[in-house]
């Protein structure tokens, strides 16, 4: 027989009114009381209806994600992955359940903003999308609780990846082991590339170097195709760069392809240099010098935020910047006595 709420007030020794109250964090409820009810019920293996408590508290429980790059990478992509993981738990962990936001689900031609009233989410997280497009903007703008990752929107809650001040530490690096002519190869149009670029040009600019013509290039984010003939197009120039920064670790792949393709070693011909710290990075042979971000905090405060929204509309909008960190390894060498 399934175990009810008169069972867990029964064992409580409190009116089922009380137990009510306690599961659905009514103020006139008392903390020890509230975790007397919670303790008991996991005991006894009771759990809320879902629909009950939605209809009590106006709230569904059910948190959004849209995450939708145009490589359909999905939770193959690691950076992503791993911040999203960690978003997952923080919601689990404030009694939250997670919902992807589908495009055109069952091809029914619903927006991504039908989409999140259809599946009644109290809030969405927005996440590894193109920020401009429509849909998007429609969903960002509307009346659901929302917090973007690595995008500011206006008067939204925000986590962000100190990506200016990540390149140009990486850069610097690069200049102090003597290189001069330096490459950039960016990723897809977006507030991250544009951030990434400036702490390139900010850095080079400190130090007095010029960027060659053709130096900085684009292409795209999670692609060791495209970075592959990227590198090639650079290494293929009469005057080729010492050193490479790819748009991310994944890319160096590509990056390495080519050096290999084209006899050259790294880092002892030519250095590269990643992005994001995935941990597959430090595997790669040469291990890939990089820059690490905290998909940790970030998905945590990501997660943070959103509940807060959801549960206090007067919760305060703020952007939150993440540090990252340079993490040290062997793709990133002295420049080669050719380019000294």
């Known amino acids: 027989m399934a175990v009810t709420i008169k069972d867990v007030s029964a064992r409580c020794g409190l009116s089922v009114s009380t137990v009510s109250k306690a599961f659905n964090d009514y103020s006139d409820i008392s903390a020890k009381t509230r975790e007397l009810v919670h303790r008991t019920a996991r005991e006894i293996g009771y759990y809320p209806n879902a629909i009950a408590r939605t209809l009590k508290t106006n709230r569904s429980y059910n948190l959004g994600v849209l995450f939708n790059d145009e490589r359909q990478s999905g939770l193959n992509h690691a950076f992503f992955s791993s911040l999203l993981n960690a978003f997952k738990r923080e919601s689990g962990r404030q009694g939250y359940d997670i919902t992807f936001i589908n495009h055109h689900m069952a091809c029914t031609g619903m927006t991504y903003l039908e989409h999140c009233r259809y599946r009644n989410v109290d809030g969405v997280c927005i996440a590894c999308v193109d920020f401009r497009i429509p849909e998007v903007l429609e969903l960002g ?6 917090v973007t990752v690595d995008h500011v929107y206006a008067g939204r809650s925000a986590v962000v990846s100190d990506n200016e001040q990540g390149m140009r530490h990486l850069t610097q690096r690069a200049i102090a082991l003597g290189h001069r002519r330096i490459a950039m190869i960016s990723g897809d149009p977006s507030m991250v590339t544009d951030s990434r670029v400036n702490g390139f040009l900010s850095a080079m600019r400190q130090a007095g170097l010029p960027i060659p013509e053709g130096h900085l290039v684009k292409s795209l984010y999670d692609s060791p195709t495209a970075a592959r003939e990227a590198t090639m197009s650079l290494l293929t120039r009469q005057a080729r760069p010492s050193c490479i920064f790819l748009p991310d670790d994944h890319c160096c792949l590509g990056a390495l392809q080519a050096a290999q393709e084209l006899g050259l070693r790294v880092p002892e011909d030519l250095s590269i240099a990643g992005y994001d710290g995935i941990e ?4 790669i042979r040469p291990r890939l010098t990089t820059i690490r971000q905290d998909t940790e905090a970030m998905g945590t405060e990501a997660a943070r935020m959103l509940v807060g929204r959801v549960e206090d509309s007067a919760f305060p909008f703020r952007v939150m910047q993440v540090p ?11 420049v080669p006595a050719l380019f000294a």
Do not use: M, N, W
């Open 141 to 146: 703008a509307s009346d659901i609780p929302c």
């Open 280 to 283: 597959i990075g430090q595997y």
């Open 324 to 334: 990252v960190a340079l993490v040290p390894g062997e793709s990133l060498g002295c």
